[in-house]
């Protein structure tokens, strides 16, 4: 699995993974992922629950992810808000309308899918480069979501920057509307500048220095709660990569004091 796994930093508090690329894997590899997940905390964050989908909800997949959560003792399971399938995936997580007739959709298949777990879901604010059928804002929209389902908010940072600036709107007002009290953990994470007016979510490039800014207002917001950087190409040298996980703990620290425990994790 890496130097992370073969030497796993003291300063990574949890590990993040997608359930999909480990379920069923046997052999030596399951064996390794198994002493892994024993000896540190684990999330997982899936990529193919499609929630806003109009397919049904694909019930069998979840009492995998249930058996997979169970048995390697997973802390926390969060999907996108977002959908990739509709009877065949489109592997790419495409926008839900933003309307009340969504919510209610999307609402429904979340409580559906924290009864078969047994357990809370997190739901992820996604980038966008596109609002088809919008009737609503995107802040009502995951507002209405979570209050409805009764779950909780992973809140990626970096999304929250890319939208308001592909969408023009306020990034830190957008923060402060969102529930603290839901936030599970937080994303942080890099993007490409396609141009002034246009970022694409990437997790292919270092943290800028405005996302920086905003995960600073995000624990004044929300506390210190655990913090996942995500990387997923052009991944540096480990001890580069820390560099990151660095800045991350060090944010913490300056609201540590009044808000307890710090947690910050790189993947």
């Known amino acids: 699995m ?7 930093p003291a300063r990574v508090g949890f590990y993040e993974v997608a359930p999909e ?7 030596a590899w399951g064996r390794r992922f198994r002493a ?5 905390p684990f999330v997982c964050h899936g990529l193919s629950l499609s929630i806003g989908s109009p397919a049904p909800l694909d019930e069998t997949f979840l009492q995998r992810v249930k058996r997979f959560l169970d048995e390697h003792g997973i802390r926390a399971y969060t999907e996108h808000l977002s959908y990739c ?11 839900i309308p933003f309307t009340e007739e969504s919510v209610r959709h999307v609402a429904a298949r979340i409580r559906r ?4 777990l047994e357990r809370r879901i997190a739901m992820e604010n996604v980038s966008y480069y596109a609002a088809p059928g919008k009737e609503m804002e995107e802040i009502d929209f ?3 979501v979570l209050e409805e389902a009764d779950c909780d908010l992973l809140l990626d940072v970096n999304n929250i920057y890319v ?13 402060h509307a969102l529930p603290s009290e839901r936030v599970t953990y937080f994303h942080v994470a890099g993007h490409y500048n396609e141009a002034d007016d246009l970022i694409v979510d990437t997790h292919g490039a270092d943290i800028v220095d405005p996302v920086w800014d905003l995960l600073d207002k995000a624990y004044a917001h929300c506390g210190v709660v655990p913090t996942l950087l995500e990387r997923d190409f052009n991944i540096p040298p480990l001890p580069q990569l820390l560099t990151e996980v660095d800045h991350i703990l ?3 620290d300056r609201w540590q004091p009044r808000t307890g425990e710090r947690r910050a994790e790189d993947g």
């Open 2 to 8: 890496g130097p992370l796994a073969d030497h796993p």
């Open 21 to 27: 690329n480990w379920i069923g894997v046997g052999g």
């Open 36 to 40: 892994f997940t024993e000896r540190h």
């Open 85 to 95: 399938s509709d009877d065949g995936h489109l592997y790419d997580l495409m926008p």
């Open 113 to 116: 899918t924290q009864d078969i």
């Open 142 to 144: 995951i507002n209405a």
């Open 163 to 175: 939208n308001s600036v592909n969408h023009g709107y306020d990034a830190e007002r957008f923060l």
């Open 250 to 252: 060090a944010l913490q």
